[in-house]
């Protein structure tokens, strides 16, 4: 009964390949999130979804791009992978945007 | 553009010490604060969070963080703390009107020793 889970928690891959990583949560929130906490833990917001509606692109390479085919699941899909992806990435979800954000597990991304 | 500072990277610490993680942001009209804690190899985890109300907010494991908007601190602490402390810590802030993104500081890293 895991709130936020995520597929896979390890991926290494090759560069150039294309990857998707799967996001699912069963707390019937409206909003959910992906960040990217680099090699020295810092986490950065990349995207969010309302609704199945994106609401924040932080000026990602366009070779990311979320995917969200019900409120349930955010999906993100990376093209072309570069050795600067390597990082965890981490899919959130909360109720609404001031309440508290919960989040998965993660996924070590890398990229050899 | 929100900003969030967290003062050490490191504070190592004798296990039942007490301990004061430091966290500022920069000003807005409103904002919401948040402390995560990160577990080796886990995801984030909410202590607490100052959204309004009492500036002194109560957490999990112990933990409490005090709202100071004249100095735009979130400082987090706990009067005594155990080896299973031992974590990474993030400060967090949120702008309601910015869809509710989280800005990380850098993260403390606590190191509790015997």
């Known amino acids: 009964d895991t709130a936020v889970s995520q597929t896979p928690k390890y991926l290494v891959t090759q560069m150039g390949n294309d990857k998707s990583i799967k996001c699912e949560q069963n707390l019937g929130h409206d909003t959910m999130y992906w960040y990217k906490q680099d090699s020295k833990k810092f986490l950065k917001i990349m995207f969010s979804y309302n609704n199945k509606e994106l609401i924040i692109n932080e000026t990602v390479p366009n070779r990311f791009s979320p995917k969200s085919p019900d409120k349930a699941h955010l999906n993100l899909h990376i093209n072309s992978l570069e050795l600067g992806d390597s990082a965890v990435y981490f899919c959130?979800?909360?109720?609404?945007?001031?309440?508290?954000?919960?989040f998965g597990p993660g996924t070590r991304l890398t990229v050899l | 553009a929100q900003s969030v500072t967290q003062l050490d990277s490191q504070v190592p610490v004798f296990e039942e010490a007490p301990v004061e993680l430091r966290c500022n942001y920069s000003s807005s009209v409103s904002v919401y604060l948040f402390w995560y804690v990160q577990y080796p190899n886990q995801g984030l985890q909410l202590l607490l969070k100052?959204?309004?109300?009492?500036?002194l907010v109560k957490g999990i494991n112990g933990f409490e963080a005090e709202f100071n908007k004249s100095q735009t601190s979130f400082h987090l602490r706990k009067p005594s703390v155990h080896i299973s402390d031992t974590a990474e810590y993030f400060c967090a802030v949120s702008d309601y009107n910015q869809g509710g993104k989280l800005i990380f500081g850098q993260g403390t890293e606590l190191s509790v020793k015997p």
């Open positions: 959130a979800s909360s109720q609404g945007f001031a309440d508290t954000q919960y």
């Open positions: 100052y959204l309004s109300g009492s500036t």
